[in-house]
């Protein structure tokens, strides 16, 4: 089964930052890759996803593609303390049929 | 919308019944429903992939003869634990994915809490 890879963090930034959330899969054959954000004790929630390579922006967030790179990431800008979440990095795997999640990386946003 | 349902939200029962949870996907039809379990402080950890119709897909390590799915209609899918035990205390949750749609984005039910006792 391949891999999606996350920096489990916490990553800590001060309210108003741009936080950067970082992935990385190893299924080079991936068309799809998604962001989903899952606050404590609830389930996750999708924010975006992106199947292009480069940028795609929406609102506060943006997801970037590098398909060569096997890389995406997603980057808050503006970040708020209700921003502090866990966030979810998901590829979708043509060989399995199933999204291949990624550990996460928990973000606290600090005032 | 794409909004999908879970029922109960929580559950609370003894060792050795049977428990079971219902996700339907509220506004649109789903070709595929995931069920997943989350331990505290762990990450998704996926059970079983559902196609209406048509026998559930387990994932390695995943009892199947204990973890029931049946997938009736394209709106519903049940997940039966049967002889719970406390260590199938844990938040089952659900996801499915928008027919004809072909991002493969899944949404999200959210979630049941399962404490056996």
């Known amino acids: 089964q391949k891999e999606v890879e996350q920096n489990s963090g916490p990553l800590s930034v001060p309210e108003g930052a741009i936080a950067s959330l970082n992935c990385t899969y190893s299924?080079?054959?991936?068309?799809?890759f998604f962001w989903y954000r899952q606050y404590s004790g609830k389930s996750p929630e999708l924010i975006m996803f992106i199947y292009s390579n480069g940028d795609k922006e929406d609102g506060r967030f943006t997801a970037q593609l590098n398909k060569a790179s096997q890389y995406v990431s997603l980057l808050i800008r503006d970040s708020q303390p209700s921003d502090s979440a866990t966030y979810l990095c998901?590829?979708?795997?043509?060989?399995?049929?199933?999204?291949?999640f990624g550990a996460g990386t928990r973000l606290a946003v600090h005032p | 919308g794409a909004v999908v349902s879970q029922h109960p939200s929580r559950v609370i029962c003894k060792s050795g019944t049977s428990v079971k949870i219902e996700c339907r996907s509220l506004?649109?039809?789903?070709?595929?429903m995931f069920w997943y379990r989350q331990f505290p402080k762990q990450s998704l950890m996926l059970m079983a992939t559902s196609n209406e119709g048509s026998k559930a897909t387990y994932e390695q390590g995943v009892e199947k003869d204990k973890f029931l799915i049946n997938h009736a209609s394209l709106t519903l899918s049940t997940l039966t634990v049967t002889s719970a035990h406390p260590e199938d205390s844990s938040f089952y949750i659900c996801?499915?994915?928008?027919?004809?749609?072909?991002?493969?984005?899944?949404?999200f039910g959210p979630g049941t809490r399962l404490t056996v006792l």
């Open positions: 998901a590829v979708f795997s043509g060989g399995y049929n199933k999204l291949i």
């Open positions: 506004d649109f039809q789903a070709t595929t």
């Open positions: 996801s499915a994915r928008i027919r004809d749609r072909g991002y493969n984005e899944q949404f």
């Open positions: 299924d080079r054959g991936s068309q799809s």
